[in-house]
């Protein structure tokens, strides 16, 4: 353990920062410019993991394990929304037979 937390100490954290918003970006662009659902729920795995990986190097450069309890609460809530996100899916596909975002809009009243 002490192993790793000096090999992230070596980095500095300005890099995690830069990395991490680099990804949180495009996982951004991707939510805001594709009308595929999957594509839509990778990118907002992305966005996650972006934070997830922050969370996880000020814990590391902190010293505290507080950053890694809210990692494991984060990564509770996306396995929870990619299950209903597929289930959504599913069953738009099974309704539409596509999974363009605009099918969506076929499900209202």
Not at 4 to 33: R, W
């Amino acid at each position: 353990m002490d192993n790793m937390m000096a090999q992230l100490q070596g980095i500095p954290l300005q890099h995690y920062l830069i990395f991490c918003s680099t990804i949180f970006a495009i996982g951004v662009i991707g939510v805001l410019t594709r009308r595929n659902v999957i594509i839509i729920m990778m990118s907002i795995e992305l966005m996650l993991n972006s934070v997830n990986l922050l969370l996880a190097a000020f814990s590391a450069y902190r010293g505290d394990p507080a950053g890694q309890v809210f990692v494991f609460f984060i990564m509770a809530l996306a396995a929870a929304e990619v299950a209903i996100g597929l289930a959504i899916v599913i069953m738009v596909y099974r309704n539409t037979k596509s999974i363009d975002i605009e099918s969506f809009t076929k499900l209202r009243l």
